[in-house]
């Protein structure tokens, strides 16, 4: 079969799934071979690795740019396990560069370190740090634990030291940190969600003990790949003992709509060498930011960019901040019940009564979200909720008192039978996965939405269950529900989008936010008790009651100005 070299191979939908292939463009590869050899100087000969060839264009760039500045390559060595992949790389290399020594093997890389550690050894352990690597090039495949298998998952957790949700390409880093000489360079083509997520903290933390990180480019949504990732360039040099003092650098870019033009550039890597709103040739807009990496206190802490604005703005923020959402109470993520299809209904009501179960309870799904009051008119869902309380804990209704549930789950009994892991887990076949609290379904709830472009905060006063599709809040002390108010007012504020910026500013395709437990648990409040408070409280309470009346642009607008002047800011300043 004939490889047609001048275009990517093409890589169907399930397949990238399956194997979290996703091939480099050839700007992105350009840019990540320059980064690599401008930081590299002076250098006579390399090693070079590509764990993951692909189709070559990561090696092929940094074949040119070391070729460029008069380095020699002792060897280009890559692995990839697709063979026509493969062969486009073998071609493209003997091609465009004849004199390099290409070492190809049709392997996964991952795998030759397995079956090291399975023989009791580390990955390539019998080699001399002068025998390693001393440049790496990478875009490794990412591919979700769930994808993976569970097996392979914990297979490579145990390997490399990983815990929480494994991604395939968290094992890569740990992998290539062994392989990489000391002081050596590597350019790593991530997903940026390992920045911001408790799955990625073993992986930041490695990272962190393993190299000294040089320079992070988020590049969020430039859609730079053909799949939905949100890529991110690490630039890294393997520890050599000595500690760097040098603060590692951060740039991003996101879209941005309307905002001023600062700067043109030809396309998004371009727009990278500017700092502010820059427009590409296509006429979409980025905001480019350049600050350093902050990592926090611990691996629990989020990467983020920090600039002199953002700490000064983050530092006014905590000066004037009287607890957190996480302090109010836990911040749960809503049921599941692995068999929608069974639990949760529209058409109860069509129902004979003498076939209805009992055990039906109201509904919250996001597509009743709406800021500070639910659109309680367009509920519509139920869900058989078979749970309750007895001494402060969970139990799971006895079905005799219950006929009508009974016949109910019955008829679905081979459909709940099927969820294998709910009686492994020693539970009854027709139990919800993840039930929550029922003894806290009755108490005033904050709920929010997962991703949205803005804010999505609203009041449950109605005693409903949660869906699995949104997040909730409630007081541990009852007599503080005031709080709730307090974080509802803020969090549907256009300072909360402020601070998520700043502090996170980890966003999806076209602006969406991801409001994840562990960002909205760090939001801050003021101090309810003072004249401020007590305001931003009243006009939110104001606001549940009047919405969805025309009257809340004005109130919304007056509570806005009261929670910029409870943090110490003016709405001027806030960006």
């Given at each position: 079969?004939?490889?047609?070299?001048?275009?990517?191979?093409?890589?169907?939908?399930?397949?990238?799934?399956?194997?979290?292939?996703?091939?480099?463009?050839?700007?992105?590869?350009?840019?990540?071979?320059?980064?690599?050899?401008?930081?590299?100087?002076?250098?006579?000969?390399?090693?070079?690795?590509?764990?993951?060839?692909?189709?070559?264009?990561?090696?092929?760039?940094?074949?040119?740019?070391?070729?460029?500045?008069?380095?020699?390559?002792?060897?280009?060595?890559?692995?990839?396990?697709?063979?026509?992949?493969?062969?486009?790389?073998?071609?493209?290399?003997?091609?465009?560069?004849?004199?390099?020594?290409?070492?190809?093997?049709?392997?996964?890389?991952?795998?030759?370190?397995?079956?090291?550690?399975?023989?009791?050894?580390?990955?390539?352990?019998?080699?001399?740090?002068?025998?390693?690597?001393?440049?790496?090039?990478?875009?490794?495949?990412?591919?979700?634990?769930?994808?993976?298998?569970?097996?392979?998952?914990?297979?490579?957790?145990?390997?490399?030291?990983?815990?929480?949700?494994?991604?395939?390409?968290?094992?890569?880093?740990?992998?290539?940190?062994?392989?990489?000489?000391?002081?050596?360079?590597?350019?790593?083509?991530?997903?940026?969600?390992?920045?911001?997520?408790?799955?990625?903290?073993?992986?930041?933390?490695?990272?962190?003990?393993?190299?000294?990180?040089?320079?992070?480019?988020?590049?969020?949504?430039?859609?730079?790949?053909?799949?939905?990732?949100?890529?991110?360039?690490?630039?890294?040099?393997?520890?050599?003992?000595?500690?760097?003092?040098?603060?590692?650098?951060?740039?991003?870019?996101?879209?941005?709509?309307?905002?001023?033009?600062?700067?043109?550039?030809?396309?998004?890597?371009?727009?990278?060498?500017?700092?502010?709103?820059?427009?590409?040739?296509?006429?979409?807009?980025?905001?480019?930011?350049?600050?350093?990496?902050?990592?926090?206190?611990?691996?629990?802490?989020?990467?983020?960019?920090?600039?002199a604005h953002s700490n000064r703005w983050l530092g006014t923020v905590t000066e004037h901040s009287y607890c957190t959402f996480g302090n109010i109470g836990k911040i749960r993520v809503g049921v599941k019940t692995t068999?929608?299809?069974?639990?949760?209904?529209?058409?109860?009501?069509?129902?004979?009564?003498?076939?209805?179960?009992?055990?039906?309870?109201?509904?919250?799904?996001?597509?009743?979200?709406?800021?500070?009051?639910?659109?309680?008119?367009?509920?519509?869902?139920?869900?058989?909720?078979?749970?309750?309380?007895?001494?402060?804990?969970?139990?799971?209704?006895?079905?005799?008192?219950?006929?009508?549930?009974?016949?109910?789950?019955?008829?679905?009994?081979?459909?709940?039978?099927?969820?294998?892991?709910?009686?492994?887990?020693?539970?009854?076949?027709?139990?919800?996965?993840?039930?929550?609290?029922?003894?806290?379904?009755?108490?005033?709830?904050?709920?929010?939405?997962?991703?949205?472009?803005?804010?999505?905060?609203?009041?449950?006063?109605?005693?409903?269950?949660?869906?699995?599709?949104?997040?909730?809040?409630?007081?541990?002390?009852?007599?503080?529900?005031?709080?709730?108010?307090?974080?509802?007012?803020?969090?549907?504020?256009?300072?909360?989008?402020?601070?998520?910026?700043?502090?996170?500013?980890?966003?999806?395709?076209?602006?969406?936010?991801?409001?994840?437990?562990?960002?909205?648990?760090?939001?801050?409040?003021?101090?309810?008790?003072?004249?401020?408070?007590?305001?931003?409280?009243?006009?939110?309470?104001?606001?549940?009651?009047?919405?969805?009346?025309?009257?809340?642009?004005?109130?919304?607008?007056?509570?806005?100005?009261?929670?910029?002047?409870?943090?110490?800011?003016?709405?001027?300043?806030?960006?």
């Open positions: 079969m004939r490889i047609d070299e001048s275009a990517a191979l093409p890589v169907s939908d399930e397949a990238r799934k399956r194997t979290g292939s996703h091939y480099t463009p050839a700007s992105l590869a350009q840019f990540v071979a320059r980064q690599i050899v401008n930081t590299l100087g002076t250098c006579k000969a390399a090693r070079v690795l590509d764990p993951a060839v692909g189709d070559g264009e990561l090696l092929c760039a940094l074949a040119g740019e070391l070729t460029a500045c008069g380095t020699e390559i002792l060897e280009a060595v890559g692995y990839e396990t697709n063979h026509l992949a493969l062969q486009m790389t073998k071609r493209r290399l003997a091609r465009t560069f004849p004199t390099v020594p290409a070492i190809l093997h049709e392997a996964d890389f991952l795998k030759v370190a397995l079956a090291d550690f399975d023989a009791g050894e580390t990955l390539f352990s019998n080699e001399a740090d002068e025998q390693k690597y001393g440049l790496i090039i990478a875009n490794p495949p990412y591919v979700r634990t769930q994808v993976l298998g569970a097996a392979q998952a914990q297979r490579l957790a145990k390997q490399f030291g990983l815990t929480g949700r494994v991604d395939l390409y968290h094992a890569f880093i740990e992998a290539m940190a062994r392989v990489l000489q000391p002081g050596g360079l590597a350019g790593i083509i991530v997903s940026n969600r390992f920045m911001t997520t408790r799955g990625g903290m073993s992986v930041r933390s490695g990272i962190l003990r393993k190299f000294d990180v040089l320079h992070v480019f988020d590049l969020g949504d430039t859609k730079l790949f053909e799949a939905a990732v949100l890529p991110a360039v690490l630039l890294l040099r393997r520890k050599n003992g000595q500690s760097s003092k040098r603060s590692a650098c951060f740039t991003s870019i996101y879209s941005v709509a309307q905002s001023r033009i600062e700067h043109t550039a030809k396309d998004v890597i371009s727009a990278l060498d500017y700092d502010g709103v820059v427009q590409i040739q296509s006429g979409d807009k980025y905001l480019v930011r350049k600050g350093k990496l902050e990592c926090g206190r611990d691996s629990s802490d989020v990467w983020r960019i920090a600039t068999a929608d299809k069974v639990f949760i209904r529209s058409d109860w009501e069509r129902m004979p009564w003498d076939r209805r179960p009992e055990l039906l309870r109201p509904l919250t799904t996001h597509h009743i979200a709406r800021r500070f009051k639910p659109k309680t008119e367009l509920r519509t869902a139920e869900i058989v909720y078979p749970h309750y309380v007895v001494n402060g804990n969970r139990e799971v209704v006895d079905l005799d008192h219950f006929p009508r549930t009974a016949a109910y789950f019955k008829q679905h009994k081979a459909a709940l039978e099927r969820r294998t892991y709910v009686t492994e887990a020693g539970r009854k076949w027709f139990e919800i996965w993840v039930p929550q609290d029922p003894e806290l379904w009755p108490q005033l709830k904050l709920v929010f939405r997962d991703i949205s472009e803005t804010p999505t905060f609203w009041m449950d006063t109605e005693g409903t269950v949660i869906n699995g599709d949104c997040y909730w809040l409630t007081c541990n002390n009852l007599k503080d529900t005031d709080l709730l108010w307090l974080a509802l007012g803020v969090g549907n504020s256009p300072f909360i989008e402020a601070f998520y910026d700043h502090r996170f500013h980890n966003k999806l395709y076209s602006g969406r936010r991801r409001f994840m437990t562990q960002y909205v648990e760090a939001f801050p409040l003021p101090n309810p008790d003072t004249a401020v408070g007590r305001e931003i409280i009243g006009l939110t309470k104001d606001l549940y009651d009047l919405v969805p009346s025309p009257e809340t642009a004005d109130v919304e607008r007056r509570l806005n100005l009261l929670v910029w002047r409870a943090f110490g800011l003016g709405e001027e300043i806030s960006r």
